[in-house]
């Protein structure tokens, strides 16, 4: 009698019209997609699900991943033009640019070099294991370039414990979160879903995305079952993501 209130649901069947804002699927320029032929597979499995809104953030991240408006832009075109040989013409695909925050991100700031989502939004992430000395001065030259700071899977930073009152200070200082879908499950790891659903759990979630680079991890979001109450404080997050975004 008492399982059926504890069963569990799979998260795909919430994700009709979900806008993905943070994904690796262009070919060729980070450590996500290698090929065209895997990113049109990749939207592919998204579009199975419902999910046919992408907005493509690649890496930039100074000597590994330096890339640039004409580097993304590449990548997006080859991708647009096999959507369209493929008849795929209910796919959007916006591109934009997951930042690290390191020793080159103010000079891109300053530069106007950045890669933003819609409406002036400004994906950013920095080390899983320690903080960078510039964070703090990052994010107030964002909110004085007009840019509104979101932080990528805060929930995997190491340095980030579950009892930190940085998260707090972070959302007083302007800077939204966004929670990857993965992190919910066990796919990171145990503590990582643990301090995910403690943040969704306090409300300081603001928005949620695949951050997808190969098979595997679709593979894996199609296979995430979640509990009923836990989906009850996911869904508000998911709408925002959809309003704001879509």
């Known amino acids: 009698m008492f399982y059926f209130f504890s069963k569990k649901k799979f998260l795909i069947d919430y994700l009709g019209d979900f806008v993905d804002i943070h994904n690796h699927i262009l070919p060729g320029i980070d450590d996500g997609a290698k090929t065209v032929d895997e ?49 795929m013409k209910d796919i959007t695909l916006d591109v934009a640019a997951e930042h690290m925050i390191d020793a080159n991100f103010d000079y891109l700031l300053e530069n106007n070099k950045v890669m933003p989502l819609r409406n002036r939004y400004l994906l950013i992430e920095m080390s899983y294991l320690q903080p960078p000395i510039n964070f703090n001065d990052a994010i107030q030259n964002i909110a004085s370039y007009r840019y509104f700071p979101i932080l990528a899977h805060p929930e995997r930073y190491a340095f980030l414990h579950l009892n930190s009152s940085k998260f707090m200070k972070y959302k007083k200082n302007g800077i939204l979160l966004q929670l990857n879908l993965l992190s919910l499950g066990q796919f990171y790891g145990k503590d990582v879903q643990k301090k995910a659903h403690k943040l969704l759990k306090h409300g300081l979630i603001d928005y949620v995305a695949s951050d997808v680079h190969n098979h595997l991890q679709l593979q894996s979001i199609k296979e995430l079952q979640l509990t009923t109450s836990l989906l009850k404080l996911l869904f508000p997050v998911i709408e925002k993501t959809i309003d704001d975004f879509y």
């Open 39 to 87: 990113s049109i597979d990749l939207i592919k499995g998204f579009s199975e699900i419902g999910v046919k809104k992408f907005i493509a953030t690649p890496h930039i991240m100074h000597n590994y991943y330096p890339n640039d408006y004409d580097t993304i832009h590449s990548a997006h075109s080859k991708v647009q033009d096999s959507l369209l040989t493929e008849g």
